[in-house]
């Protein structure tokens, strides 16, 4: 979100002044953090920074480059000199794996094809039909209910339709494996290159 002030003779307070300020009252809002900065005047660069200075921290090894770079974030945050120390690290996304046993869904006459499909049509935009009026056209959407979307747990009450008729649950057929992944970027690559960011405190060298 972006802050336009009032120029500055109509007010008293400079722009490091103001978010000193506003920085105590939204520190403690719960579930999320809030860092305030002052864009420089010139840009350098396309990507968008929550803080005044940035590091950006490369290596081959996706593992040790997950664990040092937290590691660089903690130490960075105990240099009193500077505050708002963040990174935009993000490998704890929850991630929920259906996988199919595929010897148990066979009992039931079931295969992996069958299992996908139906899990598509329960969280994926599947468009079943088109209803037509004389001046529009409706296409419809086939979903399961957005409150059932919300938990992993609603999965097991997931039923899959046998060769026999029989309605199958998912457990009989696959099991749930939850684990954390790292964030994609909207080109829909990982981001292997994590970011320390801060921003100083008072005017500190920070080239030392």
Partial sequence: MNVILKPRRQRKLSANQIIEQLRP??????????????????????RMSK??????????DTNALY?????????IARVPEV?????????K???????IDRERAARHTLNATQIEQALYSAFGPRWTSTIYSPTNQYRVLMEIQP???AHADYLSKLYFKAGDGALIPLP??????????????????????????????AAVDLSS
């Fill in 172 to 201: 009989r057929g696959a099991r749930l494996a939850t684990s954390c992944e790292g964030a994609s970027r909207p080109g829909g690559e990982i981001d292997v290159w994590p970011r320390a960011e801060e921003t100083p405190v």
């Fill in 67 to 75: 664990t040092e770079a937290q590691k660089l974030e903690g130490e």
């Fill in 25 to 46: 009252r939204v520190v403690n809002f719960p579930g999320f953090r809030v860092f305030m900065t002052i864009p420089p005047t010139i840009r350098i660069g396309g």
């Fill in 93 to 99: 996304n929850p991630r929920v794996n259906v996988v």
């Fill in 83 to 91: 505050q708002d120390v963040t990174s935009d690290l993000q490998i």
């Fill in 147 to 149: 409150k059932y979307q």
């Fill in 51 to 60: 803080s005044a200075y940035e590091l950006t921290v490369q290596a081959p």
